[in-house]
């Protein structure tokens, strides 16, 4: 316990310095940012891009994780800002809409019967094995409340980040309940099927309310929140 304090610690007392050697005319500095898979991750990163043409002297960290780790570390100052995914109502946080939306499909192999299948009714799923993201386990993702209700499912296994549970669905251990556009089905034994009525959820960008910004991390919300609004 101590020594993950101190981890904590030092890490905040290294982007504290960060900001104030970084502090002048010349924009430059660290940025952290705690983020859900996701593919709005090109988006965000085309815009730190752009912002980096400009000040080439800042630098992106991002940590990747679900809800509750995300939360954790904006909480610890770990990290300045979070991507999240879903209607999440987490007090003392301000929101923004990244005007995205996430759509859920189910991983299968590509030498299963479901293969011929161009999409799956929720019917369909509840038949099957399924592994889903913990978060969704755990905290009965409020997207299930009138679509997918959980303790009618064959639930086998849970995943945090979708890569590993992609192995648990070439061996056959179930069928992954995820979301689209993250994982490469190119060169191996799967396929990734849409659901027939669209089940989705939000992207937001989540901060602490009342925070301080270093001028870095001010600079990339700033621009992050007008690209949004100009593309929409």
Same mark, same amino acid.
């Given at each position: ?36 898979e ?68 189910v991983l ?57 549970a ?19 089905? $190119?060169?191996?034994?799967?396929? @990734?099927?849409? =659901?027939? !009525? /669209?089940?989705s959820? #939000?992207? *937001? ?8 910004? $270093?001028?870095?991390?001010?600079? @990339?919300?700033? =621009?992050? !929140? /007008?690209?949004?609004? #100009?593309? *929409?």
């Amino acid at each position: 316990y101590l020594r993950d304090r101190a981890r904590e610690l030092l890490s905040l007392m290294e982007k504290t310095e960060s900001v104030l050697k970084n502090e002048g005319e010349q924009l430059a500095g660290e940025i952290h940012i705690g983020c859900a898979e996701s593919k709005i991750m090109d988006f965000i990163t085309k815009v730190f891009a752009d912002l980096r043409k400009k000040h080439p002297a800042i630098s992106l960290h991002l940590v990747s994780g679900d809800a509750d780790s995300v939360m954790r570390l904006m909480d610890e100052g770990v990290v300045d800002a979070g991507i999240l995914l879903g209607p999440v109502t987490y007090e003392n946080y301000d929101y923004f809409d990244l005007k995205q939306k996430e759509t859920f499909g189910v991983l299968v192999p590509k030498n299963d019967p479901l293969a011929s299948k161009t999409a799956l009714t929720i019917d369909d799923i509840s038949k099957l094995p399924l592994i889903i993201s913990e978060q969704t386990y755990k905290e009965k993702h409020t997207f299930a409340i009138d679509t997918i209700r959980l303790k009618e499912f064959n639930i086998v296994g849970t995943y945090n980040l979708v890569h590993n549970a992609t192995y648990m669905v070439e061996n056959h251990i179930g069928y992954a309940l995820c979301l689209n556009n993250l994982v490469n089905t $190119s060169g191996r034994n799967l396929k @990734f099927i849409p =659901l027939s !009525k /669209e089940l989705s959820v #939000e992207v *937001n960008l989540v901060t602490k309310k009342y925070q301080s910004f $270093s001028p870095a991390t001010r600079a @990339f919300l700033k =621009l992050l !929140k /007008e690209s949004v609004l #100009e593309n *929409n």
